[in-house]
């Protein structure tokens, strides 16, 4: 009597393994890249919707105060801060302005009003380049990896790593270049 035995020989076992091996390594390093691509596109994001806020907020506080076209830089250098710096000029002046002899530094009103624009705007750290009482260029870091800027092309998945560890200020510079 002739019994037949069901399943799969050792042999057949090890070729399918192997075929899911180089599968794996081919797929696997492609994958990583669109990763990569997806959270620089999504840091791109970021800055340009953040630069809008920025823009709103500029143009609101330019409206009450009439100058809002004075400043220079808006910086937020740390997640979780309550206010941004707000700079007169390239030197990073703090900038005051004054009402009926009153100064105030200014940068819990802007942030106040860039937050109402843009709630996620607490969840990065970036350094906006002004002129005009408009964002020219801004540099924005998600995370110690990943920036982002607006006008977006500085950061790509070629040269996010000379960004990496939250170098916004840098990617903010190439930005105003870029925009320049």
Request: proline share 1%.
């Amino acid at each position: 009597m002739k019994t037949t035995k069901k399943g799969f020989t050792l042999i057949e076992l090890i070729v399918v393994i192997a075929i899911i091996g180089v599968l794996a390594a081919i797929l696997v390093p492609s994958m990583l890249g669109y990763v990569k691509k997806s959270k620089i596109s999504s840091a791109n994001s970021a800055a340009s919707s953040l630069q809008k806020a920025i823009n709103t907020a500029l143009i609101e506080i330019d409206e009450e105060t009439e100058e809002g076209s004075d400043i220079y830089a808006i910086e937020r250098t740390a997640k979780g801060a309550s206010s941004v710096s707000v700079y007169a000029d390239s030197a990073k002046t703090a900038f005051t302005w004054t009402d009926n002899n009153y100064k105030t530094d200014g940068g819990t009103i802007v942030w106040n009003k860039i937050r109402h624009y843009m709630d996620k705007a607490s969840k990065c750290m970036f350094l906006a380049y002004c002129e005009g009482g408009a964002c020219k260029a801004i540099g924005v870091a998600i995370d110690n990896t990943y920036c982002g800027t607006s006008p977006s092309g500085v950061v790509t998945v070629d040269t996010y790593t000379a960004y990496k560890g939250g170098s916004y200020a840098t990617a903010a510079a190439a930005a105003l270049n870029k925009a320049s």
